[in-house]
Every structure is written in C-alpha cells, then in structure tokens.
C-alpha cells in the first residue's frame, strides 16, 4: 500500500511570505508610480499567482494595466523577488516538528501551490526544505492549476501517491476547493491569505496552529 501523503499550499500554509511579497509587488507597481500596498491588502492579492497578484495590486490602487504592461512587471516582480529570496520568509510555527512527528510514522509530503514553480523550488531550497517533499509543483507546473482538481491529481502521482490516502492543507478558497474537486478531505489555516473566515470555505477541519496537524488527525480525515 502507498504511503499516506500530505499535500501542502505554500504562500500562507507552509511559509509565513508576507514581508517579501509585499516589499516585492511594490517594488514591482513603483515602476507605474502607484502608491504601495501593505499587508492586509495580501488576503485579497494572493491566491492566483504573480501575475493575478499585480493585476489586482494595479486594480486596487485604481490602475487597469494593459496587457502589453504585464510581462515587463512580472519579469520586475521575479527578478527582484528571486534576489531577495528567502528575505524574511519563514515557516510557521510549529510546522517543522509536525513535519518530523508525521515523517516519523510514514507520512509523505508535497507541495502544490499557485506560485511558478521556479519560484517556490528556490524558495524552500534556501530554507533548506526541499527534502521533504516527494513533489513540488506549481501554478505553471500543469496546463491548469488550482481550484482544478487536475493540479492536484498530478501532483499525488508524481509524489507516488494515492489521491484516496492523501490530505490537502491550505488557507484559501483554491485549496479547499481544489480539493473538493479531486474528491480529497482538507485542512484549513487561518493564519494565511483568505479575505474570508476559512471555515465559511467548508474545510473538514480547520487548524489555528500546526501543533494540530499530528499523525491522529490526519489518520481520522483519512478513515473518515
Ligand atoms: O502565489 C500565489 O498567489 C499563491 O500561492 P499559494 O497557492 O502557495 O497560496
Ligand atoms: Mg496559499
């Protein structure tokens, strides 16, 4: 029998992104000369990939970017946030020990996030993660990400899976719903980028923090 897995979103799951995010979108949209956003302002900005993010960062500070304008903003956006990378990302608390507890008792582990692929692999690389997870893919990875079910069916194939022993953790809208669509229990954080209580988006259960995700919890969504 396969290895039960563990899918995780990055911005707001895994990795607590939000200074660099922010220092690099506004780094990005001072190009255009529109005032900064801050923090709170990410909740409605991240989720969909860079490129969703800037269009909606432009959109915000009342600026409809033509689409000509875009692919020198991304090309400004992952330049500056590949050079600042991993900057003062960090995983949240407590993720590293439930990580060890679950690997401990034949837990796997991937990642399935909306970011480019690219960017998401330099970014654990640097906090030294990548060895945890069985697969890393992105919102480029496939020709469609999430809420498709197909990003994350195609991620559990290639972390050797079965999409009928895996969770997905997440903390926003497509991550519940991606798997919703692959037919696959999840788990909901509060502490990341959702501009709506994650419990309103119908998670199985929900943590506030990852001394929660123990090796019991998973087994009974897994069982349920
Ligand atoms: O970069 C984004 O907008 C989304 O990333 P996530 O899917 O890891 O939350
Ligand atoms: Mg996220």
Redesign the pocket.
Known sequence: MKSPLVVF?????LLDTHADLVESLNHTIAALELAPVNYSDLTYL?????Q??IERACKLRGYILKSEELPTLLQRFIAHYIETMPGLTQPYPGLLAALDALRAQGYKFAVC???MESL?RILLERLGLTHYFEAITG?DTFTVR?PNAEHLIGTVERAGGDLRRTVMI???I??ILVARNAGVPSIAVPF??SDVSVDTLGPNRVITHYDELTPALVRDLLAA
């Open positions: 979103d990055l911005d707001g799951t991240v989720g969909n990939g860079a969703v993010m996030t909306n970011k998401a919102g999430k997440g903390d926003s497509n991550d990341g980028y």
